[in-house]
């Protein structure tokens, strides 16, 4: 059932970003296209990662009673490569874009979510790219135990993905009549930044940046990289409670019972 499910999920993620990059916006045309925008990636995330996931499990079947030694060292890198896409990339990432997103949209709509883009964007297709993620990850992680790397490198290895990101969103050459759609959402602006789109076109990806200041800038690209640990974190804990308790209740069964 839980590979049925994988498959499922994957062809979802595969419905989804084939029909998001049919949608014809602005920002597809403008420098940098979907990749400047978190969601896009983090879609391309958990499309790679259930890909992944799927990969495993047909590896599993193939490999399953064989007694080939070679296989089975390949299987065990498969299986490490989808337990660290989990940890590091595809739960922070993926909670981060949810929460995120629609913390924003319940303050104000206009601020992420313009009513405008209801225009180009399906409900369906929303929900597909900003609600979705979340269950499909809890999911995943609740039908199969995934071994969290050492925490050392997992923090590095998401501190590296949460800079680089905002080194991406913010480096010179200005075109101020380039218009853009930030995401988290892909609201329309007329400036768009974050460092090396910021760079290029002169106009900032989340239209917010442009009216606060570089110290609060520096703030909040410091708290996204926290929120983006803690995540991590979370995810390590949620997997461990969820495995330890799993693991618990089976001990329990298998007491004899009392007479």
Known sequence: MTKVLRVAILLS?????CNYKAIEMPSHQTYGGSWKFLTFIDLVIQ???????????????????????????????????????????????????VSVFWTIYACDREMIYPKLLDNFIPGWLNHGMHTTVLPFILIEM??????????????????????????WLNVGVH????ISMWSIGHSEVPRVRVCWVHHVTGMWVYPFLEHIGPGARIIFFGSTTILMNFLYLLGE??????????RSMEEEKEKPKLE
């Open 237 to 246: 804990v949620l997997n461990n409670y969820i495995w330890d308790t799993q």
């Open 47 to 97: 499309a790679v990662f259930f890909g992944i996931c799927v990969l495993t499990d047909l590896s599993s079947l193939l490999t399953r009673g064989s007694g080939n030694q070679e296989q089975e060292r390949q299987l065990k890198k498969l299986i490490s490569l989808r337990d660290w896409m989990l940890a590091v990339l595809a739960f922070p990432v993926g909670v981060f874009v």
């Open 175 to 178: 075109q101020p009549q380039e």
């Open 13 to 17: 993620y595969c419905s989804i970003l």
């Open 142 to 167: 609740r039908t199969s135990h995934h071994q969290y790397p050492s925490r050392s490198s997992g923090l590095t290895a998401i501190c590296t993905f949460s800079v680089g990101y905002i080194l």
